[in-house]
């Protein structure tokens, strides 16, 4: 029963480079999301999608993307890595009742971007 | 749009007393609510919700809710803290489809002996 699963969970990036972060779900959840969490700021949405092949933009898109190709993954890409992308990124699902279950959250991957 | 403001960005209690996290809602619609917590290290867990049933929710770990329509809160409780308490919880809000939810800042909870 692995529910989500985030990969890599450390990264240090060099201003510039490109990544990409895996998220991985097997729960046949059909919605998935991509936060990120920094300091008492609470976690903020970048971009969301309701099933394979349908995204969109969250509060706070910018510097990033994503592909839903399968209902299983769900990746995020990180074009030219800034240091203000130095965050907590946290990959969760939900199926299509999430007012019953909430979200299904993977244990994050911490990007330092220098 | 929907928004959650949690008063307190610290708070600190004594393991046995009282722990009270203040969450406040922002919704032109009925409202789905729900507190996170969430451990060190670690991914968000869901410690309860509300969905337009009873207005008193009971979570996990012996934590409750009231949902109160009049004031626009819905402040979390426990009636005795205990060591393993500590963490940061986060109240978050989603309109009535149950999609993007949206966190507040979250609360730190520190237990002391």
């Known amino acids: 029963n692995a529910g989500v699963t985030q990969t890599p969970k450390f990264r240090i990036l060099k201003i510039g480079q490109s990544m990409t972060l895996q998220c991985a779900q097997d729960?046949?959840?059909?919605?998935m999301y991509w936060y990120r969490q920094d300091p008492g700021m609470g976690l903020k949405l970048i971009y969301y999608?309701?099933?394979?092949?349908?995204?969109d933009k969250g509060e706070v898109p910018n510097g990033y993307n994503v592909s839903r190709s399968t209902t299983e993954d769900f990746p995020l890409r990180l074009e030219l890595a800034a240091p203000s992308q130095t965050s907590v990124y946290f990959c969760?699902?939900?199926?299509?009742?999430?007012?019953?279950?909430?979200?299904?959250f993977g244990s994050g991957t911490r990007l330092t971007v220098v | 749009a929907q928004s959650v403001t949690q008063l307190g960005s610290h708070v600190s209690v004594s393991e046995g007393a009282l722990v009270l996290l203040r969450c406040n809602y922002s919704?032109?619609?009925?409202?789905?609510l729900f507190w996170y917590v969430q451990y060190p290290n670690q991914g968000l867990q869901l410690l309860l919700k509300?969905?337009?049933?009873?207005?008193l929710v009971k979570g996990i770990n012996g934590f409750e809710a009231e949902f109160k329509k009049s004031e626009t809160s819905f402040h979390l409780t426990k009636p005795s803290a205990h060591m393993s308490d500590a963490a940061e919880y986060f109240c978050?809000?989603?309109?009535?489809?149950?999609?993007?939810?949206?966190f507040g800042a979250g609360t730190i909870l520190r237990v002391k002996s």
């Open positions: 969760a699902s939900s199926s299509r009742g999430s007012v019953d279950y909430g979200y299904t």
């Open positions: 729960m046949n959840h059909n919605y």
């Open positions: 999608s309701v099933g394979a092949g349908i995204t």
């Open positions: 919704s032109s619609v009925p409202p789905y």
């Open positions: 509300y969905t337009s049933a009873a207005t």
């Open positions: 978050a809000v989603t309109p009535g489809d149950g999609n993007k939810l949206v």
